[in-house]
Nanobody, 117 residues
């Protein structure tokens, strides 16, 4: 059974930073691309950043470029999202999932990021 456990969210002031983590089980992690998605209140879920299996190509939504960095640790079955220069518009529940462009599995519980002064 494929499962995702996201963590690292919280309340942060505008301009601050957070690092999210997502640990996965139930599939051969190193063989799949992984991605972070987010859903803001009243909006549809959107893909924010993706990282392929080796050689670890990455892709970002325009609003995340130069501010967010996605990375992965295959032995730990974990994908990370480092978020810098956070803005109120980044407030959302963040989820991870398999797939470089589209989510392949059911969603986990996500982790809430709130950017507010």
């Amino acid at each position: 059974q494929v499962q995702f456990e996201e963590s690292g969210g919280g309340l942060v002031q505008p301009g601050g930073s957070l690092t999210l983590s997502c640990t996965s089980t139930g599939f051969a992690f190193a063989h799949y691309a992984m991605a972070w998605h987010r859903q803001a209140p009243g909006k549809e879920r959107e893909l924010v950043a993706a990282i392929s299996e080796r050689p670890f190509r990455t892709n970002y939504v325009d609003s995340a470029k130069s501010r967010f960095t996605i990375s992965r640790d295959d032995p730990k079955r974990t994908v990370y999202l480092r978020m810098n220069s956070l803005k109120p518009d980044d407030t959302a529940v963040y989820y991870c999932n398999r797939g470089f462009r589209y989510a392949m599995d059911s969603w986990g519980k996500g982790t809430l990021v709130t950017v507010s002064s």
